[in-house]
């Protein structure tokens, strides 16, 4: 089992930045990957990025490519999502979760593990 809680969401201007933690707890996480997604009101929960965290490999949807980051810790077991040039759109319930290393990284069934989410509201 893994536990996963993330922190960091709020409110923030369209252009402005925010860092999103996701500390894991129970087994270690380097044999798993780790991604973050998000859902938007009325909407599917979407794929944002992940990291092979034992390797290091990370893997982003186009979209959010160069204007989201994620990186982990390994010392600390966390995860973040760094949030760059953030958009009225980008608004939603952010959710880290870990899955196995291997199997489709870009589908949320894939990830057994999941946090209760931070909401991320981006006002223009």
């Known amino acids: 089992q893994v536990q996963l809680r993330e922190s960091g969401g709020g409110l923030v201007q369209a252009g402005g930045s925010l860092r999103l933690s996701c500390a894991a707890s129970?087994?270690?996480?380097?044999?798993?990957?780790m991604g973050w997604f998000r859902q938007a009101t009325g909407k599917e929960r979407e794929f944002v990025a992940a990291?092979?965290?034992?390797?290091?490999?990370?893997y982003y949807t186009n979209s959010m490519k160069g204007r989201f980051t994620i990186s982990r810790d390994n010392a600390e077991n966390t995860l973040y999502l760094q949030m760059n040039s953030l958009r009225p759109e980008d608004t939603a319930v952010y959710y880290c979760?870990?899955?196995?290393?291997?199997?489709?990284?870009?589908?949320?069934?894939?990830?057994?593990?999941w946090g209760q989410g931070t909401q991320v509201t981006v006002s223009s």
């Open positions: 979760a870990a899955g196995p290393r291997i199997g489709n990284y870009y589908s949320a069934a894939h990830y057994p593990y």
């Open positions: 129970g087994r270690t996480v380097s044999s798993y990957v």
């Open positions: 990291i092979n965290w034992r390797e290091g490999h990370t």
